[in-house]
């Protein structure tokens, strides 16, 4: 099945997003007053019932690659730069969200199928903000994930996740419940795949890359 691509400008002027390897996941978040790095969140119409309502959203931004530079998705998009955006890759990113309030609501996202997250996500010399998903924390093929069993080709410098409005370097042993659906900021020395491990079944992990 061919899969079909929509740039980023497009999902910003129709609002709409027709992957066919994904999956229309709902689920609930904690949100903070103030800022959180949430995975896939990318507008407030997302929201789809609970505490947070989308007039309590006030901005959505996302980590451009390879530029690293902060983009707003919302309210006004910056439409120039998110020009040559491939929502493909920012399926699997987290986004920092600011909300007026806090509580728990849900929020629908598109949740690449589980081999994405194995083998395919491309990430960038410097800094990435990686959305975490059900796959990675919680898949019935995964239990108790480390940061080691997903970097694939990477090698990771530096990892934070962000919580009471500060970044918290991240020493967890185990991708526990507690980070479902949240981020990390993750800094790594050069271009790199990330790949998971998958438990009885080997290191699924593509070959190096084509030098450039």
């Known amino acids: 099945m061919k899969k079909i691509i929509?740039?980023?400008?497009?999902?910003?002027?129709?609002?709409?997003?027709?992957?066919?390897?994904?999956?229309?996941?709902?689920?609930?978040?904690?949100?903070?007053?103030?800022?959180?790095?949430?995975?896939?969140?990318?507008?407030?119409?997302?929201?789809?019932?609970?505490?947070?309502?989308?007039?309590?959203?006030?901005?959505?931004?996302?980590?451009?690659?390879?530029?690293?530079?902060f983009v707003r998705l919302y309210p006004d998009p910056e439409t120039k730069k998110l020009e040559g955006m491939d929502d493909d890759y920012y399926e699997k990113t987290a986004q920092f969200v600011?909300?007026?309030?806090?509580?728990?609501?849900?929020?629908?996202?598109?949740?690449?199928l589980p081999p994405k997250y194995w083998n395919e996500h491309q990430i960038y010399k410097g800094w990435n903000l990686i959305g975490l998903s059900n796959y990675m924390i919680?898949?019935?093929?995964?239990?108790?994930?480390?940061?080691?069993?997903?970097?694939?080709?990477?090698n990771i410098e530096k990892v934070y996740y962000f919580f009471g409005g500060q970044w918290v370097k991240f020493d967890m042993p185990e991708l526990d419940s507690t980070l479902l659906l949240r981020g990390l900021l993750m800094k790594v020395s050069d271009n790199c795949v990330m790949g998971m491990t998958m438990k009885g079944n080997g290191n699924i992990i593509p070959p190096p890359q084509i030098p450039n």
Do not use: H, M
């Open 98 to 112: 600011y909300s007026d309030k806090a509580g728990r609501s849900k929020y629908v996202f598109e949740e690449p």
């Open 138 to 154: 919680e898949g019935p093929s995964n239990p108790d994930l480390t940061l080691k069993d997903i970097k694939g080709t990477c």
């Open 6 to 69: 929509l740039p980023i400008t497009l999902l910003v002027l129709v609002g709409i997003s027709s992957l066919v390897y994904a999956s229309n996941t709902e689920s609930y978040y904690n949100f903070e007053q103030g800022w959180n790095l949430v995975n896939g969140f990318s507008f407030p119409y997302k929201l789809s019932g609970g505490e947070i309502l989308p007039e309590n959203i006030k901005a959505v931004y996302i980590l451009k690659q390879p530029t690293q530079e």
